[in-house]
């Protein structure tokens, strides 16, 4: 193996990602300087950022546990086992997420964020330097300056250097200002902006809602959900556009606004009205946040700097996944270093190849999962669709994983495939949804056999690729 213990590595960016690629390659015998523009959350009461939970999944826990932290990890977080649906009028359905001991888990962003950094400094070779933004990136030679809180400016010379500064990435944008890069980028703000709202605990300290369940109120155009937290409160996110007729822009603009958002929630989420705390203050006094959708290539400069977690490929939060997807990156980085025996030209080609796409495949099924909770969740042929599948999945496993299934609880599948085989799935369901008397005959046999001739033909027949 080649000797790495003196290789340099600066991390852009203590979040969520960054604070797991420092244990990472620190575990692999790396020195590493974990940069961090804001002050260390742990020592200051100022508020730091967003109080959002986060739903962690399969390849989120795969890439802990691959370096043991998942334990640790686990502690804080509550498991999720279905999708509770409110709606308009208080009735209540619930959707198991897979099977019966399948769960997502909600966590705190800022939480997870900060036990991430307490198990980075337990590694000998990492440093981390709060306060430090990073301003300039030579390229020629890695060298890295930065401005701290006292506004001095300090430089930092590394052999390699990440870009793990999330959805606005300083990295990103000095790496597309290079002449001659020849960069493909975008970043696309979403029509919908998003919200926090609080659903505080009961006095006792319990939840006023189911706890281990991700509720969900769907109102087709806008939609609110709430995550649990461990103090028996739900952070909630109402998610809706932000400019039009009925949107964050329109109410909070209204000549009589406090009328006017008061009646909005009385109309569409009277049920939830129990509940929430201060909803109509809430409204008017936070700015929504944006939403936005990244793409970039390449994602390296010079074999040597490289994009990862949102910086690379920040998506919408409608499949759970942004820092699920940044935690696979670092899982696969931190395996290719061993295939690659320290070699980092080939290590970072590798990794820029295989996640690209599986980046751009999770941005894709993210943006299309909007629709799937805002309106369909409530649909009552889509629930059917959802049935036949579950039930056709238990006869055939290894023929059929629900999409939600593959991309949630199946960290082996990559998100690639699963966009590929969801849309072949599609087309063989909409052709079953046709089947005459479909709603009263779903459970009998006549309708799994077409779909094991159908699911034969074009996922197996045609593709061996595409076996699960
Ligand atoms: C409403 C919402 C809900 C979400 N829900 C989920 C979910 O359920 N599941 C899921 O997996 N993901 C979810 N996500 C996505 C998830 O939050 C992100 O994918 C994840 O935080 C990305 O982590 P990161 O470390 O790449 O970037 P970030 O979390 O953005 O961290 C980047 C860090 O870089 C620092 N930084 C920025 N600029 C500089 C600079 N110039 N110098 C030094 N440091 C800098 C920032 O201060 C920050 O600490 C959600 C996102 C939103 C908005």
Request: net charge negative.
């Amino acid at each position: 193996m080649s000797n790495n213990t003196n290789k340099k590595v600066a991390i852009n960016g203590a979040g969520p990602v960054g604070a797991l690629l420092a244990v990472m390659l620190a575990k692999k015998g790396y020195q590493i300087d974990l940069f961090e523009s804001r002050p260390d959350s742990r020592k200051t009461t100022i508020y730091q950022g967003k109080s959002i939970n986060l739903a962690l999944s399969d390849r989120g826990w795969k890439a802990l546990s691959a370096v043991g932290l998942d334990e640790e990890i686990r502690k804080q977080a509550i498991p999720m086992y279905c999708r509770v649906m409110h709606d308009i009028n208080g009735n209540i359905t619930k959707q198991p997420y897979g099977k019966e001991d399948q769960a997502i888990w909600s966590v705190s962003r800022a939480g997870i964020n900060e036990q991430l950094i307490n198990l980075a400094e337990k590694e000998p070779t990492v440093n981390v330097h709060f306060g430090h933004r990073l301003t300039q990136l030579n390229f020629s030679d890695n060298t890295a300056v930065y401005m701290d809180e006292n506004h001095h400016q300090k430089i930092y010379e590394s052999d390699l250097v990440f870009g793990a500064d999330g959805a606005f990435s300083k990295v990103r944008r000095l790496m597309q200002e290079l002449p001659k890069s020849r960069i493909s980028y975008s970043l696309d703000y979403m029509q919908k902006s998003y919200m926090e709202l609080t659903i505080a605990a009961n006095e006792d300290g319990s939840h006023k809602l189911e706890k281990n369940a991700l509720h969900i109120w769907p109102r087709k155009d806008f939609m609110l959900i709430a995550l649990p937290n461990n103090d028996g409160s739900f952070t909630c996110t109402l998610f809706m556009d932000h400019e039009g007729e009925l949107s964050f822009s329109s109410l909070a603009k209204h000549e009589n606004k406090q009328q006017k958002v008061s009646e909005f929630f009385q109309q569409y989420f009277a049920p939830a009205m129990d509940y929430l705390e201060n909803p109509v203050e809430d409204f008017l006094s936070k700015t929504p946040s944006p939403l936005c959708l990244v793409h970039i290539y390449p994602w390296l400069v010079n074999d040597s700097i490289a994009l990862i977690g949102d910086a690379a490929h920040a998506m919408v939060p409608f499949y759970g996944q942004g820092m699920n997807c940044g935690f696979e990156d670092c899982r696969v980085l931190a395996e290719l270093v061993e295939q690659h025996d320290h070699q980092w030209s080939d290590i970072l080609n590798a990794y820029q190849q295989e996640r690209k796409e599986n980046g751009d495949a999770i941005t894709e099924l993210a943006k299309r999962n909007f629709i799937e909770m805002s309106d369909l969740a409530g649909d009552e042929r889509f629930l059917l669709r959802k049935k036949i599948e579950a039930k056709f999945h238990q006869m055939h496993p290894e023929l059929w994983i629900p999409l939600y299934s593959m991309v949630t609880f199946s960290p082996d599948i990559p998100y690639k495939t699963a966009l590929h085989v969801g849309d072949i799935q599609r087309t063989i369901m909409d052709e079953i949804m046709l089947i005459p008397k479909i709603e009263q005959e779903w459970q009998q046999a006549h309708i799994y056999e077409k779909l094991l001739v159908l699911a034969q033909e074009k996922l197996v027949n045609n593709h061996s690729e595409l076996r699960l």
